[in-house]
T-cell receptor, first 115, second 112 residues
Framework: GAVVSQHPSWVICKSGTSVKIECRSLDFQATTMFWYRQFPKQSLMLMATSNEGSKATYEQGVEKDKFLINHASLTLSTLTVTSAHPEDSSFYIC???????????FGAGTRLSVL | DQQVKQNSPSLSVQEGRISILNCDYTNSMFDYFLWYKKYPAEGPTFLISISSIKDKNEDGRFTVFLNKSAKHLSLHIVPSQPGDSAVYFCAASEPWTDKLIFGTGTRLQVFP
């Protein structure tokens, strides 16, 4: 149980285009979903927290107009990287909570490469 | 300011022996601690957690110890297996939020 699916697993795009990443909780209702970014050999940096039907809460330093988050239902959240640039290339990971307090279940991550 | 620290970036252990991964934190308000395991290019997998009201939690080969006075927790893996080779992250949360603060990770390598 507590499976989180994230798609796509790898995406390559041209600079200036937008990329959408989906995160789905497959067997539970996610009261909260989280989006992280991980740079090579570094920790997971929380970008934003989203609750179904409400606006996402972004961490300090994260551009909300750059990283659009939509949490349309209790099982789906999307992250759209708008007008992507090479510096946005990174590993993006989503997680969801709702099974047990404080425990987040993670998707497999998305490797974004912006050319 | 790194509130959760894993000072050992890597650890190498022989198969069958004990692996001990350490984590220190600075925020005394943290009330819940978790350990995650992560393979390259994959998302972290939840391993084990502990509430601040306890000092030990065990699940199979994994045991987490919490020393609140020292603001220190550790994960013991006994016996270590080659499949345990991965990066291990500790994480902590405060009582009024679902957010997790992650450490920088320790790469564990278990060799035959």
């Amino acid at each position: 149980g507590a499976v989180v699916s994230q798609h796509p697993s790898w995406v390559i795009c041209k600079s200036g285009t937008s990329v959408k990443i989906e995160c789905r909780s497959l067997d539970f209702q996610a009261t909260t979903m989280f989006w992280y970014r991980q740079f090579p050999k570094q920790s997971l940096m929380l970008m934003a927290t989203s609750n179904e039907g409400s606006k996402a809460t972004y961490e300090q330093g994260v551009e909300k107009d750059k990283f659009l988050i939509n949490h349309a239902s209790l099982t789906l959240s999307t992250l759209t990287v708008t007008s992507a640039h090479p510096e946005d290339s990174s590993f993006y990971i989503c997680s969801a909570s709702g099974v047990a307090k404080n425990i987040q279940y993670f998707g497999a991550g998305t490797r974004l490469s912006v050319l | 300011d790194q509130q959760v620290k894993q000072n050992s970036p890597s650890l190498s252990v022989q198969e069958g022996r004990i692996s001990i991964l350490n984590c220190d934190y600075t925020n005394s308000m943290f009330d819940y601690f978790l350990w995650y395991k992560k393979y390259p290019a994959e998302g972290p997998t939840f391993l084990i957690s502990i509430s601040s009201i306890k000092d030990k939690n065990e699940d199979g080969r994994f045991t987490v110890f919490l020393n609140k006075s020292a603001k220190h927790l550790s994960l013991h893996i006994v016996p270590s297996q080659p499949g345990d080779s991965a990066v291990y992250f500790c994480a902590a949360s405060e009582p009024w939020t679902d957010k997790l603060i992650f450490g920088t990770g320790t790469r564990l390598q278990v060799f035959p």
